[in-house]
């Protein structure tokens, strides 16, 4: 069981992340919750609620790691938090981060999943027994004696709950597990939760996708600025209408009968021309198998495909921060080499911290190589706005939610004037307002004739904004489709 009663929290100084939005660092205001042994509750809210800080307080990073100043008590199956300790409480609570290579310490699986019972001390016959035990029990035996960098998005998360679940917890905490997976990896997640659950666990699970998540849990609870506003139980939730669920920013609970922006014709002729396209990271190990498309201005299109079909390499390739090993990449009718193509092309990473510089987000907007080419003040304020970012343009970007650094990062790419501007995961983190305010600011750029890529494992996104998608498979283009008010089912496939 978990005991939550605060009565506030506010994150020190010295605390480079916060996930607490318009509540600047303070964190949390008066909180009370409390989750049964083997319930599993979804945290849920807008990006920079707080809900990251709720599952920092049950496995014990507040106030352990994130210090602040802290008024109340957090107890986990009896025992308080502020008394136990983490490597107390490491026994007690599993955490699932949302990138899990934040948490990996070995360069093989079966060597990540026995780490912390060798930190705890535990005979190697045991720790090979529980090993064989979580791969057994989580259904991932085919993902022992791999490397890790080999492995997929959606195996890398598999093995990060198995490396906890050796440790014989009683609780799970994740937080945003599925930001970065495909459809395939996100049905693989929810099997395991349901195999966690079905073991009697208690699962605590922020998100801000939900529909994988359809029978799994059985109550949700709302933040807002740091507070409880809402709870429902699984019938309360269900039955939320349409207008409610958007007004509360959360995302769709099912994607069935999501339709697609009808699709518009391009009113000029392509401007870009990819042809025979191959790239690699070793020798003889082509990712990229001569890729050929083209694209107008105007258009946004949808890369999707599997966990490593070659989606991001093809982004770094086209950005020139990846050499081709063959083929040809031209826009107006010129070939453009790799040296020639950064600032023509713009990438926004999946992983939004690694292209964040400078000590506010409203400096990160003026960052230039030159001041020929740094941004006017009025465009610059343009973008914060249609971004919502002015409520932290002073804050430092490490110390904002995963959402908001997405959504720094965008900034950065529209205050530049790329002609093919490429986002990679761009709706990662983000609830389902700001998801709708990235597609209108994607919508904005075909308006001015650029040519958007929208790399993306989100369906609700791709069907908002997207008017073709380009599906890839090893490396290969294995359906390009313009949408026309329906799915198209190479789609479809990808979910179902």
Same mark, same amino acid.
Request: aromatic letters at 6%; a negative charge.
């Given at each position: ?16 992340? *916060? ?13 009370? !919750? ?21 599952? @920092? ?25 502020? !008394? ?37 001390? !535990? ?6 027994? &529980? ?14 004696? @791999? ?65 994988? %998540? ?46 697609? @922006? ?20 070793? @020798? ?19 890369? /999707? ?6 989606? *991001? ?46 000590? *506010?987000?409203? #400096?990160? %907007? ?17 973008? /914060? ?10 804050? #430092? ?16 790419? !529209?205050? #530049? ?8 995961? =761009? ?14 600011? /994607?919508?904005?750029? *075909? ?20 008017? &073709? ?18 799915? =198209? ?8």
């Amino acid at each position: 069981m978990v005991e939550i009663a605060v009565r506030s929290y506010r994150y020190g100084e010295g605390d480079a992340v *916060s996930d607490s939005g318009s509540f600047g660092t303070q964190g949390l205001g008066v909180l009370n !919750l409390r989750i049964e042994k083997g319930e599993c509750v979804l945290l849920c809210g807008e990006s920079g609620c707080g809900k990251t800080t709720v599952t @920092r307080l049950i496995n014990g990073l507040i106030p352990h790691f994130y210090e602040g100043t802290f008024d109340g008590f957090v107890r986990v199956a009896g025992k308080d938090t502020a !008394l136990a300790g983490t490597s107390g409480l490491a026994r007690l609570v599993a955490s699932v981060f949302q990138n899990p290579r934040s948490q990996f310490f070995n360069l093989d699986t079966t060597g990540e999943i026995a780490f912390g019972c060798e930190n705890a001390g !535990l005979p190697q016959a045991e720790i090979r027994e &529980r090993v064989n035990g979580a791969a057994a029990a989580l259904g991932i035996p085919q993902l022992l004696n @791999r490397d890790i960098f080999a492995l997929s998005g959606g195996e890398k998360q598999l093995v990060a709950i198995a490396s906890v679940y050796a440790l014989g917890p009683e609780i799970f905490v994740l937080d945003e597990p599925s930001s970065n997976l495909d459809a395939r990896a996100c049905r693989e997640l929810a099997g395991l939760l349901f195999t966690l659950k079905k073991a009697g666990k208690t699962i605590v699970i922020a998100e801000h996708r939900l529909y994988y %998540l359809d029978g799994l849990i059985d109550r949700a609870v709302y933040l807002k600025k740091g507070i409880i506003t809402h709870e429902w139980d699984i019938c309360e939730f269900t039955v939320l209408s349409g207008e409610e669920r958007v007004s509360l920013g959360l995302r769709s609970r099912s994607l069935e009968g999501l339709l697609p @922006r009808r699709s518009i014709p391009p009113a000029a002729p392509p401007a870009l021309r990819v042809s025979g396209l191959e790239a690699g990271y070793r @020798r003889g190990n082509a990712v990229l198998k001569g890729l050929s498309f083209e694209a107008a201005p105007g258009e946004i299109i949808g890369i /999707m495909g599997k966990n490593g079909a070659g989606k *991001s390499t093809l982004a770094r390739v086209l950005c020139g921060l990846h050499r081709e090993s063959a083929g040809e990449i031209g826009l107006d009718g010129k070939a453009l080499s790799p040296s020639k193509r950064p600032g023509l092309f713009y990438l926004v990473m999946q992983e939004s911290s690694y292209q964040l510089f400078t000590d *506010s987000v409203e #400096h990160e %907007l003026y960052l230039s190589k030159d001041k020929a080419s740094r941004p006017s003040p009025a465009k610059a304020e343009a973008v /914060m706005e249609s971004l919502d970012l002015n409520p932290y343009r002073e804050r #430092h970007p490490m110390s904002l939610s995963g959402g908001q650094k997405q959504r720094t990062a965008i900034g950065t790419a !529209l205050v #530049h004037d790329a002609e093919v501007l490429i986002f990679d995961e =761009p709706s990662s983190g983000l609830d389902y307002r700001n998801m709708r305010r990235v597609a209108a600011v /994607m919508e904005d750029l *075909s308006r001015q004739g650029k040519i958007v890529f929208i790399i993306t494992h989100d369906y609700e996104l791709l069907l908002a904004v997207c008017t &073709r998608a380009m599906v890839l498979a090893e490396g290969r283009i294995a359906a390009d489709t313009e949408f026309a008010g329906e799915v =198209p089912a190479c789609v479809r496939e990808l979910w179902e």
